[in-house]
C-alpha cells in the first residue's frame, strides 16, 4: 500500500487543515507543549514566553523557547515533514507525529519559525504554495541569518483580525493558567501573567 503524490498533498491537507476543530486553541497548545516538551527535553531552567506583540496595526502571536534550537535539516524536517517529530523516541513528551509542528497552517497560510542555533539567529518563513493537484503544498524559505549567542526556537504568526486577537489572548490565558509548568504569558498593555 502507498499514495502517489496526488494521495500525499491530500492527505497533508487534511492533516494540517482538517483536525483540529478549534484552530486558534490548537496553534496556542501545540507551539506551547512542544516548548515546555524542549525545556524539560534540555534541562532549561527559564519560563517558555508566550504572547502577542504589537507593531502598529498587526498583531503577532509567539511562542518562544530557550533550549537548543534546530539546525536547518532540523527545521525542514520538523516543520516540513509530517511524522517526523523529535520527539519520536521516546513516550515522554506531548505528540510525536510531527503533526503540531504544522499546526499554525490550520489558522494562516504563512508562519515564521526563528532558530536561536549554533551562534545564529535563522528565520524561515514556512509558506503554503501552489500544487499540482489543486491543494496547497508547504515551502519553507530562508529569509535571514545573523550572528547570536541566543538558543531556542521562536514561532510566530500574525493575527488575522481583532476577533481573533481576543480570542487568541483568550486562548492563551487559559492555557498558561492551567499549566502546571513555567510560563509566561505577554499582551501588550498588561502585566505578564503566570500559571497559577
Do not use: W
Amino acid at each position: 500500500m502507498g499514495m502517489d503524490a496526488k494521495g500525499a498533498d491530500m492527505a497533508t491537507y487534511y492533516l494540517r487543515d482538517k483536525i483540529y476543530s478549534d484552530k486558534i486553541l490548537a496553534v496556542v497548545r501545540e507551539y506551547c507543549c512542544n516548548a515546555l516538551d524542549e525545556h524539560k527535553k534540555h534541562g532549561v531552567n527559564r519560563a517558555v514566553d508566550v504572547g502577542i506583540t504589537k507593531d502598529g496595526e498587526t498583531n503577532t502571536f509567539f511562542v518562544r523557547d530557550y533550549a537548543k534550537g534546530l539546525s536547518e535539516d532540523n527545521i525542514r524536517n520538523v516543520f516540513g515533514m509530517y511524522f517526523r517529530s523529535t520527539k519520536s523516541g521516546g513516550n515522554d513528551q506531548i505528540g510525536g507525529f510531527g503533526i503540531g509542528s504544522k499546526a499554525a497552517h490550520s489558522y494562516t497560510d504563512t508562519f515564521y519559525v526563528k532558530s536561536y542555533h549554533d551562534g545564529k539567529c535563522t528565520l524561515y518563513a514556512c509558506a503554503l504554495g501552489g500544487g499540482n493537484s489543486g491543494v496547497p503544498v508547504g515551502h519553507i524559505l530562508k529569509v535571514s541569518e545573523t550572528p547570536s549567542e541566543e538558543t531556542g526556537l521562536e514561532v510566530s504568526l500574525e493575527i488575522k483580525n481583532l476577533t481573533d486577537y481576543r480570542v487568541f489572548t483568550d486562548r492563551a490565558f487559559d492555557f498558561v493558567r492551567h499549566c502546571s509548568q513555567m510560563i509566561v504569558l505577554h499582551i501588550p498593555d498588561t502585566a505578564p501573567i503566570f500559571p497559577d
